[in-house]
């Protein structure tokens, strides 16, 4: 049943579903099953894998309640044959509680009261009979509690209430009318106005709820948090709902204004404000998905961002008062030295801060030059160049100066971690450690940071932060399998994230490698205390040995099918050795003649594909902006400029750019293409090398607006793509190039330093 409806969500077939089910049961991780069980999932990818997974707990947990809920109605002995169906054909838990709520134990009621009070026949008859006065027929029901013809029809009208509550038809139909037509306004709450000056686009505000954008919604509920903004839920037409309420229970509401008072008070007090709370609740969960989707996709950008490479490389970590803080890293990672300079003021030890630095470069043969884009980024930067000059005139190499991001460097430099990999190394020198080492390999050092700490994320804080924690996980983890690790270079960190493998075995692994030295097999994993069978079969794939006894074994080929691979450099007469990388006879291969019951045509696939590139890294070819020489900060900034920058979020409504000014500029969705843009991660991703054109500066605000189509005039209202010969729309800020596009910055809530 699990297995039909997801198929049928997803668009796959059920058998994928089932197949896939039954291997996440027996403890396969998604990118083992994933990478090396094609033939089983029908090439199910991590994406669609993990979105299985996660429906398959929702599905299950709903399964479970729903036991539960028949169990607890049928002790009451109210369970009938038709409340059984319904209750067996729920699809979400909030159908589920509807049906369940006449059900549940409660405390006692203004309707329980008036029930047992003996005023249900009364209320009947106002139904029965709308044309009859009210106040005469509630005479005969008056007692204790209920002293008078008001406190009669009160009770009266509560037990109909009660009625309209209960009813998990009509409390499912209000709640979905009210999504689909009401809207959400917002106001600036009084003498907030000059406080709260960053939501003012939200002062006075409306839009549909199924067109509110995530961004929009948390930060509407943001500025509510903060006590700036006063969020109004319009319902819509209220006479809509006052019919369907009158329409289920066939009240007749023209000829008793009772009736008709009741319904409007059973709306306004009851069914209003649940289906309210409901529809904030599902703004909330839909905002957090796009959320968590938008940092998602962002962090695998970055992670999967281009690496430099294993070259000696000095990480800069820039500030004025304590210096810049610099580590030499060889091509390895290994720290060779560390020293801090005070270039700037307040010391100004520049000439001296050039001869330390260009000493320490040309000791060791430095290649690269790592600058965090921080406090100080700039100035560092030019420092930076006048060493390379320095070097040249001296006959050395020019060492290239790249700025990086430093984000989550100084979470990283006091982590437990750094502690236990530089015991003895100040804290302010383990961030420019970790600055240099993200450019050789931004994979690698990365996975040592949260990843909420990265900086690639829009309104994190507000999201569910369990949900968020997982989805992060489930990206690093894909990350680092797509690319592979060496298994001889590899720190515990970067070893955890591969699949099968748990903190202890990351340990033990490190452990028997500073024993025991490199490993030159991959089965010699099997000799790693606690790693046994079904973590080698989940991890040896994406552990690589270069140099090793097997060439297999630095490929991406698992050892379970090595077989096949041997078999087909028999075919062709040559040694895997030989075959490796031999391009001209591995494209005149046909997979099919390879393939058996155990190993299909996509595995084989696969496998001839490694051969050709073993251990292909699948991430981009190292690429570097240059940065503007003498545009330091925002009010050197001029509309018209052409710089190039550096992505680093992407949203829906745009792209962040740095362009080496310590703000952020915004390049909005309207003005990364001349085609309409849909999707913005269609266009860019986070760490692309992009130009853009200056459109806008506000230096007070400290607001950039940029454009990626270089025709763009300043001042001008930027001609829009057309979208398929529709017209196009989007709700809220609507910036132009040329125009209020930087506006859109404060609601973003992120893309700052």
């Known amino acids: 049943m699990i297995a039909r409806t997801i198929a049928s969500e997803i668009s796959v077939k059920e058998s994928q579903v089932a197949a896939a089910l039954k291997l996440l049961d027996e403890g396969n991780t998604v990118p083992f099953i994933a990478r090396y069980r094609k033939e089983a999932t029908g090439g199910l990818d991590d994406t669609q894998l993990r979105a299985i997974e996660e429906r398959a707990t929702y599905l299950t947990e709903l399964a479970e309640r729903k036991e539960t809920v028949l169990a607890a109605i049928e002790e009451q002995g109210k369970l009938t044959d038709t409340l059984r169906a319904l ?10 509680e509807d049906l369940y709520l006449p059900y549940k134990k409660r405390r006692k009621t203004k309707a329980d009261i008036a029930r047992e009070a003996g005023l249900e026949p009364l209320l009947d008859a106002l139904i029965g009979d709308p044309a009859a006065d009210p106040t005469t027929l509630a005479a005969g029901y008056e007692k204790e509690g209920f002293e008078d013809a008001k406190k009669v ?9 009660d009625r309209f509550a209960l009813d998990a038809d009509l409390v499912g139909s209000v709640r979905e009318t009210m999504f ?7 106001s600036v709450v009084a ?7 960053k939501y003012k686009d939200y002062f006075e505000f409306s839009e549909p709820f199924t067109k509110l954008p995530s961004h929009r919604i948390l930060a509407l509920l943001r500025g509510e948090s903060e006590g700036v903004l006063h969020l109004d839920l319009d319902a819509g037409d209220e006479d809509r709902y006052l019919g369907e309420i009158a329409s289920r229970f066939l009240l007749d509401v023209g000829t008793s204004p009772w009736l008709a008072d009741a319904v409007r008070w059973g709306w306004r007090t009851k069914l209003s404000i649940s289906s309210g709370l409901d529809v904030r609740m599902r703004l909330k969960e839909r905002a957090e998905e796009g959320a968590l989707e938008v940092f998602a996709r962002n962090l695998k950008d970055v ?3 281009a690496p430099a490479g294993q070259r000696a490389t000095i990480g800069l970590d820039p500030g004025y008062r304590n210096g810049v803080k610099c580590a030499v890293v060889d091509g390895t990672g290994k720290v060779l030295d560390t020293v801090i300079v005070h270039p700037h003021q307040p010391q100004n030890q520049w000439a001296q801060a050039v001869q330390t630095l260009a000493t320490a470069c040309a000791t060791h043969g430095v290649d690269l030059m790592a600058i965090g884009n921080g406090t100080a980024s700039r100035e560092t930067e030019k420092l930076a160049r006048e060493v390379a000059d320095l070097l040249v005139k001296a006959g050395g190499k020019r060492p290239t100066p790249v700025v990086v991001s430093e984000s989550g460097a100084s979470v990283y430099s006091a982590s437990e971690l750094a502690a236990r990999e530089f015991p003895d190394m100040d804290v302010s020198l383990r961030g420019a450690v970790s600055i240099a080492r993200r450019l050789q390999d931004p994979l690698a050092e990365l996975v040592k940071i949260d990843p909420k700490s990265i900086g690639v994320g829009q309104y994190q804080h507000d999201v569910n932060q369990t949900n968020l924690a997982r989805t992060l996980d489930a990206v690093v983890e894909d990350a ?3 690319v592979g690790v060496d298994l001889n270079t590899a720190s515990v960190p970067l070893l955890t994230r591969v699949a099968g493998v748990t903190p202890a075995i990351a340990a033990n692994i490190v452990d028997y490698r500073d024993e025991h030295g490199s490993f030159t097999t991959r089965k010699e994993l099997l000799k790693v205390p606690r790693l046994g069978p079904k973590a080698f079969e989940q991890c040896a794939g994406f552990l690589r040995i270069t140099g090793g006894s097997d060439p297999l074994d630095a490929s991406a080929v698992h050892p379970e099918a090595y077989s096949v691979a041997r078999r087909i450099a028999s075919a062709t007469g040559s040694s895997v050795g030989e075959l490796i990388g031999n391009t001209a006879v591995l494209s005149r291969l046909r997979p099919a003649d390879f393939a058996d019951d155990t190993f299909g045509v996509p595995t084989v696939t696969d496998i001839i594909a490694e051969l050709d590139k073993p251990g292909r890294d699948p991430r981009p070819e190292f690429t570097t902006a240059t940065f503007k020489e003498g545009v330091e900060k925002v009010s050197d900034l001029k509309p018209g400029m052409i710089l190039e920058g550096t992505v680093t979020n992407v ?21 990364l293409s001349d085609q309409f ?18 459109m806008e500066v506000d230096v007070e605000r400290q607001r950039i607006g940029l454009s990626m189509r270089l025709s763009d005039e300043p001042g001008k209202p930027a001609q829009r793509a057309p979208r398929s010969g529709k017209r196009q729309q989007r709700g809220g800020a609507k910036p132009q190039a040329g125009g209020s596009m930087a506006d859109a910055l404060k609601k973003a809530g992120f893309g700052r330093r």
Request: with cysteine; proline share 1%; aromatic share 2%.
């Open 480 to 482: 680092v399998n797509a």
């Open 153 to 161: 029809l009160d009770g009266a009208r509560a037990i109909l209430v």
């Open 303 to 305: 992670l999967l961002a």
């Open 191 to 197: 003498g907030k106005e000059r406080e709260g000056a």
């Open 87 to 96: 209750i067996n054909e729920c699809d979400t838990k909030a159908r589920l």
């Open 180 to 186: 689909e037509t009401g809207s959400m306004g917002s």
């Open 677 to 694: 843009v849909k999707d913005p991660h269609a266009v860019v991703r986070s760490g692309q090398v992009v130009k853009v054109k200056v």
């Open 651 to 671: 949203a829906a409504f745009g792209a962040f750019v740095d362009v080496g000014v310590h703000q952020d500029g915004l390049v909005h969705v309207s003005a």
